[in-house]
C-alpha cells in the first residue's frame, strides 16, 4: 500500500503564491507519473499539471506562466509552485501517482484566493 500526502494549501491574497508538495510513501513500489488536478466548487475534476520520472512536464494552459510542477525522486516528492494566483484558482488540489503497484490520490489541500 502506499500513502500520498499533500500539504501547503492555504488562503492567499489574488497575486500571492503557495507551495503544495505532494509526498508519497509506503512499501516497496517504484513511481512513475505524478500530477496535480484540482476541482473547483460545481466542477469536474481537471487536470492541472503532470509531470514523468524524467521530469518531463505538461500543464494546463491556464496556468501556464504562473505554476511550475517539479519533483525530488529522492524524496518521492512532487512539488506545484502557484504563483500570480487569482480567484480562479480557487479549489481543492489533488495529487494523483502511478506506481509499479498501481494509482493512488492524495486527501486533497484546499487552496482559496481571497481578499
Known amino acids: 500500500q502506499v500513502q500520498v500526502v499533500e500539504s501547503g494549501g492555504g488562503l492567499v491574497q489574488p497575486g500571492g503564491s503557495l507551495r503544495l508538495s505532494c509526498a508519497a510513501s509506503?512499501?516497496?513500489?517504484?513511481?512513475?507519473?505524478m500530477a496535480w488536478y484540482r476541482q473547483a466548487p460545481g466542477k469536474q475534476r481537471e487536470v492541472v499539471a503532470i509531470?514523468?520520472?524524467?521530469?518531463?512536464?505538461e500543464s494546463l494552459d491556464s496556468v501556464k506562466g504562473r505554476f511550475s510542477v517539479s519533483r525530488d525522486n529522492a524524496k518521492n516528492t512532487m512539488y506545484l509552485q502557484m504563483n500570480g494566483l487569482k480567484p480562479e484558482d480557487t479549489a481543492v488540489y489533488y495529487c494523483?501517482?502511478?506506481?509499479?503497484?498501481?494509482?493512488?490520490w492524495g486527501q486533497g489541500t484546499q487552496v482559496t484566493v481571497s481578499s
Open positions: 509506503g512499501r516497496s513500489f517504484s513511481l512513475n507519473t
Open positions: 494523483r501517482i502511478w506506481t509499479s503497484i498501481g494509482d493512488y
Open positions: 509531470i514523468n520520472s524524467d521530469g518531463r512536464s
